[in-house]
């Protein structure tokens, strides 16, 4: 039988294995007792390949946990490519 995954709004994401015919659209917390909705997730990530999975589950545990940052993101002049090409020179400028 397929595992289903729900998340209770109080104490966060559970599996339960139910038959297919009597999955819900929410299910009582096994540890509270509250509804927790479904999760959608995908089937078979076993054969998925890793970097695809990597990313699935940083959007996942983003969703719960999203990372703090301490500045805002933005142009680094380490970024910028330099180069020393003559012509680069008579570009214009932004
Ligand atoms: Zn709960």
């Known amino acids: 039988m397929p595992t289903y995954s729900y998340r209770c709004p109080v104490c966060g994401p559970f599996d339960l ?3 297919m015919a009597e999955v ?19 089937p078979a990530l076993r054969g ?5 999975r990597r ?7 983003s969703a719960d946990r999203p ?19 003559p012509r680069h020179a008579m570009l214009p400028r932004p």
């Open 67 to 85: 990372d703090v940052v301490s500045a805002v993101p933005g142009r680094s002049r380490r970024a910028t490519p330099v180069t020393r090409d």
């Open 17 to 19: 294995v139910r038959s």
């Open 48 to 52: 998925m390949d890793s970097g695809l």
């Open 55 to 61: 990313a699935l589950d940083d959007g996942e545990r």
């Open 24 to 42: 819900t659209a929410a299910e009582p917390c096994p540890d509270c007792g509250r509804d927790g909705g479904r999760i959608w997730g995908a």
